[in-house]
């Protein structure tokens, strides 16, 4: 198993916080949000880590190598990152994973360890980590399942009322899904009109030739996104410096 971090975006709606300092890199309750995640990705036994990289990207490259000498790590550059979504920079891990079982991390999620222990306990080969507890709006992924705990639908664009809850951006994809999901990632990013898409989108289409994908209720568990500074103070007092 492996695991991919998504860090290539600029971290726009949080400055001034991120001109000097990739998001992935603020302080969190004494730790810098990828210190709390690679220390997770380490306890639970996963120790190959492909980093998706743009903006500020030897910033993060140096913070990894120093601090995370035992990790066996691989970079990856979006060269594109000002212009282009999570869907292009995943499409990028493709020739690092190969045939490998892998989790995906959006790098400014700060989480619960046990949210991570779930995930890989998790019997379902492919699985998205869904809050049920929380109140959903236009920018969070909301997700709609059916039979249990099946996912139908995983977007933006769905109607807060028809989901069960928001994927926390943390996921687990199979051998042979991680193959399909590659596939369709590029044939997506041929059309530069979908180079803002979210890589949600590849899992939409995916759900849509009945490829399975199921949702993992983490609800209660400690977790937050940080997208904006007010997301950040919130991630502070969740975090204390003593979890």
């Given at each position: 198993?492996?695991?991919?971090?998504?860090?290539?975006?600029?971290?726009?709606?949080?400055?001034?916080?991120?001109?000097?300092?990739?998001?992935?890199?603020?302080?969190?309750g004494?730790?810098?949000?990828?210190e709390?995640?690679?220390?997770?990705?380490?306890?639970?036994?996963?120790?190959?880590?492909?980093?998706?990289?743009?903006?500020?990207?030897?910033?993060?490259k140096?913070?990894?190598?120093?601090?995370?000498?035992?990790?066996?790590?691989?970079f990856?550059?979006?060269?594109?990152?000002?212009?282009?979504?999570?869907?292009?920079?995943?499409m990028?891990?493709?020739?690092?994973?190969?045939?490998?079982?892998?989790?995906?991390?959006?790098?400014?999620?700060?989480?619960?360890?046990?949210?991570?222990?779930?995930?890989?306990?998790?019997?379902?080969?492919?699985?998205?980590?869904?809050?049920k507890?929380?109140?959903?709006?236009?920018?969070e992924?909301?997700?709609?399942?059916?039979?249990?705990n099946?996912?139908?639908?995983?977007?933006?664009?769905?109607?807060?009322?028809?989901?069960?809850?928001?994927?926390?951006?943390?996921?687990?994809?199979?051998?042979?899904?991680?193959?399909?999901?590659?596939?369709?990632?590029?044939?997506?990013?041929?059309?530069?009109?979908?180079?803002?898409?979210?890589?949600?989108?590849?899992?939409?289409?995916?759900?849509?030739?009945?490829?399975?994908?199921?949702?993992?209720?983490?609800?209660?568990?400690?977790?937050?996104?940080?997208d904006t500074?007010?997301?950040?103070?919130?991630?502070?007092k969740?975090?204390?410096?003593?979890?």
């Amino acid at each position: 198993m492996k695991a991919i971090i998504l860090a290539a975006g600029v971290g726009s709606r949080i400055r001034p916080l991120t001109d000097s300092c990739p998001k992935s890199l603020l302080k969190v309750g004494g730790k810098t949000i990828l210190e709390m995640m690679l220390s997770h990705i380490q306890d639970c036994g996963i120790n190959d880590v492909i980093f998706v990289l743009g903006y500020r990207q030897d910033q993060i490259k140096e913070y990894v190598i120093t601090n995370f000498p035992d990790l066996k790590t691989q970079f990856v550059t979006n060269e594109r990152y000002a212009e282009t979504n999570t869907g292009f920079s995943l499409m990028l891990a493709k020739d690092l994973i190969k045939e490998s079982v892998f989790i995906k991390f959006d790098a400014d999620v700060v989480f619960d360890k046990e949210i991570l222990k779930k995930l890989i306990e998790c019997e379902s080969p492919n699985c998205l980590c869904i809050d049920k507890n929380i109140d959903l709006d236009a920018e969070e992924i909301k997700v709609v399942v059916e039979d249990g705990n099946r996912v139908v639908k995983a977007s933006k664009t769905v109607k807060p009322s028809e989901a069960v809850g928001e994927s926390i951006g943390i996921e687990k994809i199979s051998r042979e899904t991680a193959q399909l999901l590659f596939a369709e990632l590029e044939t997506m990013m041929e059309d530069e009109r979908n180079h803002q898409e979210y890589y949600e989108g590849a899992y939409e289409r995916l759900i849509q030739t009945n490829v399975p994908f199921y949702a993992l209720d983490i609800t209660g568990l400690k977790w937050t996104e940080i997208d904006t500074k007010e997301d950040f103070d919130a991630a502070k007092k969740i975090f204390s410096e003593e979890t």
